[in-house]
T-cell receptor, first 112, second 115 residues
């Protein structure tokens, strides 16, 4: 079982809609979590970090639920430019080791 | 600020050939890693390094070698290319601070086709 799992989609939503992605993780030792955005034929880029208290950046809200081991990303008032693949990731570190594991990505298409 | 630079961007290899994908970062990051990305499979970790002289295997290390002789460089070697290694390869680097999280920076990717 992959350490980080997410619904691959695709999610096809109209402009202005609110869309939510969820991601579950199996490694309870994971310490930090992130959402990345990847455009077609480009490298992933950090969208936002995820904290237990939840964090908001404009139209984007990320939430971490450690008890249930999932993270979420909410996008409000979707724009055409939000069309991309969204990757969740979990980070774990220990003595002499460090790993960042990614989910397979969720594809979002915002339709005019 | 160059960030993470990986070369080549595109490469076609014949089965059995060897080659090296180069990766360099100028941010003095301790952590560097190589991922491959295939349709429907997401990013899968090949090898990673937590510092110069230290490397370790990721999820899919077979057929690949790495070395980390300097902090800046982390080349990925394909020993004997196979069609199953046709993929997009991403090099990444970061400076993890335990418990605080950090940003991982990716190179622009290398598109490799093995025929």
């Amino acid at each position: 079982r992959k350490e980080v799992e997410q619904d691959p989609g695709p999610f096809n939503v109209p402009e202005g809609a609110t869309v939510a992605f969820n991601c579950t993780y199996s490694n309870s030792a994971s310490q930090s979590f992130f959402w990345y955005r990847q455009d077609c034929r480009k490298e992933p880029k950090l969208l936002m970090s995820v904290y237990s208290s939840g964090n908001e950046d404009g139209r984007f809200t990320a939430q971490l639920n450690r008890a249930s081991q999932y993270i979420s990303l909410l996008i409000r008032d979707s724009k055409l430019s939000d069309s991309a693949t969204y990757l969740c990731s979990g980070e774990s570190s220990g003595a002499g080791s460090y790993q960042l594991t990614f989910g397979k990505g969720t594809k979002l298409s915002v339709i005019p | 600020n160059a960030g993470v630079t990986q070369t080549p961007k595109f490469q076609v290899l014949k089965t059995g050939q060897s080659m090296t994908l180069q990766c360099a970062q100028d941010m003095n990051h301790e952590y560097m890693s190589w991922y491959r990305q295939d349709p429907g499979m997401g990013l899968r970790l090949i090898h990673y390094s937590v510092g110069a002289g230290i490397t370790d295997q990721g999820e899919v290390p077979n057929g690949y070698n790495v070395s980390r002789s300097t902090t800046e460089d982390f080349p990925l070697r394909l020993l004997s290319a196979a069609p199953s290694q046709t993929s997009v390869y991403f090099c990444a680097s970061s400076s993890p601070h335990r418990g605080l999280g950090n940003t991982i920076y990716f190179g622009e990717g290398s598109w490799l086709t093995v025929v």
